[in-house]
């Protein structure tokens, strides 16, 4: 089965997108509207590189929050 998926405006790229085309990616998934990195292809390469060596990960889809208030703390 093939097919694409489109880039529009529910769907956004990171600021790390190109650099992480540039470094391989295999495949994406959409998480809160965003384009991340799924895998680049070799799980136990990506794995190995997790425990003893060095893995960067684009997680700009994530958001910050503030939480403020007289009950942030018991809140957080």
């Not at 799924?38 to 190995?48: I, L, S």
Request: net charge negative; charged share 20%; with cysteine.
């Amino acid at each position: 089965m093939g097919f694409t998926i489109g880039i529009g405006p529910n769907n956004r790229k990171s600021c790390y997108f190109d650099a992480t085309v540039a470094d391989g990616v295999k495949s994406f998934s959409v998480y809160n509207h965003m384009f991340i990195p799924a895998h680049f292809g070799d799980p136990a390469a990506e794995y190995d590189r997790l425990m003893n060596g060095v893995a960067m990960w684009d997680v700009a889809a994530q958001r910050q929050v503030e939480i403020t208030g007289p009950d942030a703390a018991d809140l957080i």
